[in-house]
Structure formats: structure tokens, C-alpha cells
């Protein structure tokens, strides 16, 4: 299932930002999503997931300042981001892999378009 984020932007560090994740037809609500991140010059990964039932996880380096969610009437998934640090600047991806509670690995095959983050210090 590819998706594709949006909302990113140039904020000031301690800023906030909220991305969304849209996808094609209604399978979007019965699977679990997650959100990723590629740094310039490193390798791509893991942010936060939701499964279908809302259960939610995060990578430590983001626990406690981003939040996912997710609004199936609007098949939308979001990523708020809260408290932002410069080490937060990254294109911002999102992704599904079909399933009601596993999402891909970082090393995934297909990906839509990512959205760039960008935290000034």
C-alpha cells in the first residue's frame, strides 16, 4: 500500500509540526501504518507506528514529543510533532504493508513520496 506524506515544512527548534498520511481507496483504515524518517547521508528509520486497533509505539529518540494518530473517516494518518530538535531534520515517509498489525521494516522495497522536515537551531 503506498502512501503519501505531507505537511512538512521549516519550523525553529522546540517547534511543532503535524504531517499527514493519505492513501488511495479505504484500505488505509484497516491497517497498521508507520512513520519514518531519512537523515542526509544516513540510513532510513523507524519513527512511530499504529496498528488498526490504535495501539501505537514510538523509536525512544521521539517518545514523549511525537504523537500518531489516526482518523479512519478521513483514511488519514498523522504524525504530531512536538518540541522539535535540529536532529529532527529529515524527509519524513510514511508506509503500509497490509496488514492489521505489523509495519515494514526501514529497508522496505516500495516507498511513495516523503515530506521534508527541517528544524533550525
Known amino acids: 500500500v503506498q502512501l503519501q506524506a505531507s505537511g512538512g515544512g521549516t519550523v525553529p527548534a522546540g517547534g511543532s509540526l503535524r504531517l499527514s498520511c493519505a492513501g488511495s481507496?479505504?484500505?488505509?483504515?484497516?491497517?497498521?501504518v508507520g512513520w519514518y524518517r531519512q537523515a542526509p547521508g544516513k540510513q532510513r528509520e523507524w519513527v512511530a507506528a499504529i496498528t488498526s486497533g490504535g495501539s501505537t509505539k514510538y523509536a525512544d529518540s521521539v517518545k514523549g514529543r511525537f504523537s500518531i494518530s489516526r482518523d479512519n473517516a478521513k483514511n488519514t494518518v498523522y504524525l504530531q510533532m512536538n518540541s522539535l530538535k535540529p536532529e529532527d531534520t529529515a524527509v519524513y515517509y510514511c508506509?503500509?504493508?497490509?496488514?492489521?498489525?505489523?509495519?515494514?521494516?526501514?529497508?522496505?522495497?516500495?516507498w511513495g513520496q516523503g515530506t521534508q522536515v527541517t528544524v533550525s537551531s
Open positions: 508506509n503500509s504493508q497490509g496488514s492489521r498489525w505489523l509495519v515494514p521494516s526501514p529497508d522496505y522495497k516500495y
Open positions: 481507496g479505504s484500505r488505509l483504515r484497516i491497517n497498521a
